[in-house]
């Protein structure tokens, strides 16, 4: 069964402190996805990556970075630099090849950034 | 842009009313479209996974005659509430995918729609 963990219910942090977001998951399958997603207080999903199981590449996007670890199960997510308008809730997903690519949620991350 | 269509966006009505919801994916053939279920300040839970031209797939614990499906056409699938009541007030958001073998797109997602029962 995939299950995804986000551990952090709330983070609060000060404009320009760094921040990292944990994402810890479990699944059966050889072949998975994994995402994030971003969900400010409008309440749409705002798609930020996508990484494959045969992919352990870090990625750096502007401010934003994410490393994947399968040794740990482990897909964290660094702002840099955290500005205001990075406020919202942070979800990290999973998506199975096996369970026809649904994807599961973790709890998300409440992400406060203060001026 | 978006590349799937969730309408209406917020719903206002009374106990009883059956209460439809379109998820449409603009530019692309979706065989698969997924329906999530969001209680303020809390995740997004998977209820069913919608199947062109077949029944859907539901989640345990989700009421598969409360929450009604159909996905008639690779671009529509319709999440309908029966005789919703307040308990039923929630966000609903939808996503399509057009996966094709080990290949899996990101999933879109619609922009949701807010539900709420008087």
């Known amino acids: 069964a995939q299950k995804v963990t986000q551990a952090q219910t709330e983070i609060s942090v000060v404009e320009k402190e760094d921040v990292t977001l944990d994402c810890v998951y479990e699944t059966r399958d050889t072949t998975y996805y994994l995402f994030w997603y971003k969900q400010p207080p409008s309440g749409e999903l705002v798609f930020l990556i996508r990484r494959n199981s045969f992919d352990e590449q870090n990625e750096i996007s502007g401010r934003y970075s994410w490393n994947f670890q399968k040794s740990t199960s482990s897909f964290n997510f660094t702002i840099t630099a955290s500005q205001v308008v990075d406020s919202a809730v942070y979800f990290c997903a999973l998506s199975e090849d096996t369970g026809g690519f649904k994807t599961i949620f973790g709890a998300g991350t409440r992400l406060f950034v203060k001026a | 842009g978006a590349v799937v269509s969730q309408h209406p966006s917020r719903v206002i009505c009374k106990s009883g009313t059956s209460v439809k919801i379109e998820c449409r994916s603009l530019?692309?053939?979706?065989?698969?479209m997924f329906w999530y279920r969001q209680f303020p300040k809390q995740s997004l839970m998977l209820m069913a996974t919608s199947n062109e031209g077949s029944k859907a797939t539901y989640e345990q614990g989700v009421e598969k005659d409360k929450f009604l499906i159909n996905h008639a056409s690779l671009t529509l699938s319709t999440l309908t509430v029966t005789s919703a009541h307040p308990e039923d007030s929630s966000f609903y958001i939808c996503?399509?995918?057009?996966?094709?073998?080990?290949?899996?797109?990101?999933?879109?997602f619609g922009d949701g729609t807010r539900l709420s029962i008087l």
């Open positions: 530019d692309f053939q979706a065989t698969t």
């Open positions: 996503s399509a995918g057009a996966a094709t073998g080990y290949s899996n797109q990101p999933q879109h």
